[in-house]
């Protein structure tokens, strides 16, 4: 069963919870209880970032990435 992690974007505390594929159910955060939750990647989905400044040292090899 994957694990998902949140991020508030009120408070910022983050927080993990487990999804099953067939529900959808809306998180709220457990500290302050706002539903303005951030979908973090999973480690399962690791290699597809979109992030371009958490991984400043792992940039294209050949400097031609369309992305930076
Ligand atoms: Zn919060």
Redesign the pocket.
């Known amino acids: 069963m994957p694990i998902f992690e949140y991020k ?1 974007n ?2 910022g ?1 983050t927080m993990e919870f487990l999804e099953k594929s067939s529900t959808h159910r809306k998180h709220i ?1 457990e ?2 209880k ?1 539903p303005d939750l951030q979908k973090l990647l999973s480690t399962f989905a690791a290699g597809n970032s979109s992030s371009s400044t958490s991984q400043s040292n792992d940039s294209c090899p050949t400097g031609t990435c369309p992305m930076s």
């Open positions: 508030c009120k408070c505390h955060c500290q302050c706002s």
